[in-house]
């Protein structure tokens, strides 16, 4: 695994840590205890666990734990991540590194003109509110392909995909028009996505369509990787598990090789659900939390990491994990504020199944 993570970079393999290109040099527990809390980050890992890991069939005491603990935390603290490893009292520690990166999030293209520019600064601050109010004070006949696609994006990130469909057909019809098939293409397939998740599936199945036509004889990219990652969802919802896993499986080898970090985190993250439904739980319980931290440590975009999130939690409901469930929901709900990402409905009603399970009533 090579990870970035503010200016640090990781090399599992080679184990190596260098912050902005210069080598640090680390005792191989800190190391060890890096890797592991980089491979969960966004949970809550219990002392106990650490301790296992690092000390297997060794009896140490939590006094080792927390001297490595701090000996972690001065080296993070060399690249400003101050209060990146956060200790919870009682229970264990969380690697919280919640700053994203939108530059994946972000339609392409040139820089825009006017409210476009203004809109997509905003969203770089994350200030979906004014994105939204740049981008309305404007005529339909002003704004190009990007700028609905931006539009739609935000309010993904703000928990209202719904009102995303509109913006999206519009900024479909727009890509088509100049010839621009690959973004088109996502267009058709975050219409899918969204349509499927409202149980919808016929309307899916004709975006999706409309994409795989869109992407015929395409070369590899981002947009043919995320086509693979919906089509293996279909493939579950229509109640082919290995048929979804191999499709996974597809999706995640080619991500690997041409695909961006938040498409390689997504499809290992889904590649694990599936493992996990076959009953090939270890594998799929290490792909998932694999594919959290890879999100969290290189700083994905608020949509995609909800949607790896939400897999992870929707695995544990399916198979009534709660412990595991709980560790990550406050890693979630943390990383929502950190990016002023809003929830969806179903989404708080899984929440709040959560918290039932430990005796806690959601509250806002």
Request: proline letters at 4%.
């Amino acid at each position: 695994m090579v990870c970035q993570f503010g200016d640090f970079e990781l090399d599992e393999s080679g184990r190596s840590l260098r912050l902005r290109g210069r080598a640090l040099g680390l005792q191989p527990k800190i190391f060890d205890l890096l890797v592991y809390l980089l491979r969960h980050a966004g949970r809550v890992v219990t002392k106990h666990e650490l301790m296992e890991h690092l000390w297997p069939e060794v009896h140490v005491t939590e006094s080792s734990l927390q001297r490595a603990v701090s000996l972690l935390r001065r080296t993070l603290r060399e690249g400003g991540l101050t209060d990146a490893l956060k200790s919870f009292a009682g229970h264990g520690y969380r690697l919280a590194v919640d700053h994203p990166n939108l530059d994946a999030l972000l339609p392409g293209g040139a820089e825009p003109p006017g409210a476009g520019a203004a809109a997509r600064a905003a969203a770089t601050e994350r200030d979906w509110s004014k994105v939204i109010g740049c981008l309305a004070a404007c005529s339909d006949s002003d704004l190009a392909a990007e700028d609905f696609e931006l539009w739609a994006i935000t309010l993904e990130c703000l928990g209202r995909p719904g009102d995303a469909s509109p913006m999206l057909r519009n900024a479909l019809e727009r890509y088509e028009a100049q010839g621009d098939r690959a973004p088109a293409a996502r267009c058709a397939i975050t219409l899918a996505k969204i349509h499927l998740e409202r149980a919808e599936a016929a309307v899916a199945r004709g975006w999706l369509a409309r994409a795989a036509s869109l992407l015929k004889h395409q070369e590899p990219s981002d947009a043919a990787i995320y086509l693979l990652w919906m089509q293996a969802r279909f493939e579950a919802f229509d109640g082919r598990p290995e048929a979804a896993l191999d499709v996974a499986e597809r999706a995640s080898a080619i991500a690997e090789k041409h695909g961006s970090v938040p498409l390689r985190a997504l499809t290992l993250g889904y590649l694990g659900f599936f493992n996990i439904s076959l009953g090939h739980t270890r594998i799929g319980l290490e792909q998932q939390d694999h594919a959290a931290a890879q999100a969290m440590s290189s700083a994905v975009d608020p949509v995609t990491g909800s949607l790896i999130y939400c897999n992870i939690l929707w695995s544990c409901r399916c198979f009534a994990d709660w412990s595991r469930a709980n560790q990550w929901a406050d890693g979630f709900e943390t990383w929502c504020k950190a990016n002023f990402a809003g929830t969806t409905g179903s989404c708080e009603l899984h929440r709040a199944e959560i918290l039932g399970s430990r005796g806690r009533s959601p509250t806002r």
